[in-house]
C-alpha cells in the first residue's frame, strides 16, 4: 500500500473515533440539565389556609404570598445554592448509618420555618 493512503486511512479512523466522545458528553449534559431543571421544581409549602396560631390570629390568608416571597428572598439571600444541594444529597444518603446522623436543614425547611415563625401552619414539613 501506499504510504500516503495509509496515513490518510489513519488519520480518518481517528476522525471516527473522536465523534463518539463528543456524543457521549452531550448526552450526559442533556441529562445533567433535565436532572437540574427536575430539582429546580422544588415543592411550594402546603398551608393551611384556615389554621390559627398566635402569630396569624385572624387566620386570614391575604399575606401569605408576600410572606412566601419574603421568606424566600431571606433564605437565597444567606444561604449557597451549592451547599444546598450537598445538604440534599447528604439527606439522602445518611439512610446508610441508619439515619443516627442528624438531618441537615436545607432551603426548604428554612423557607417552612419562616412561614410557620410568620403564623402558618405548614403541612409538608
Known amino acids: 500500500m501506499n504510504k500516503y493512503l495509509k496515513i490518510h486511512i489513519e488519520q ?12 457521549n458528553i452531550i448526552i450526559a449534559l ?12 422544588s415543592s411550594t409549602p402546603i398551608v393551611d389556609s384556615r389554621g390559627k396560631s398566635s402569630a396569624n390570629i385572624k387566620g386570614d390568608m ?6 412566601l416571597f419574603t421568606c424566600k428572598d431571606l433564605v437565597a439571600d444567606q444561604t449557597n445554592p451549592l451547599w444546598n444541594v450537598s445538604k440534599i444529597v447528604y439527606n439522602t444518603l445518611r439512610f446508610k ?9 436545607t432551603n426548604q425547611d428554612l423557607i417552612n420555618n419562616c412561614l410557620e415563625g410568620r403564623g402558618y401552619s405548614v403541612l409538608n414539613k
Do not use: E, M
Not at 62 to 67: L, P
Not at 97 to 105: H, T, Y
Open 62 to 67: 391575604n399575606r401569605f404570598h408576600d410572606d
Open 97 to 105: 448509618v441508619l439515619w443516627l446522623s442528624p438531618k441537615a436543614q
Open 30 to 41: 442533556s441529562l445533567v440539565g433535565i436532572l437540574l431543571v427536575l430539582a429546580n421544581c
Open 12 to 23: 480518518a479512523t481517528v476522525q471516527k473515533k473522536n465523534i463518539y466522545p463528543i456524543k
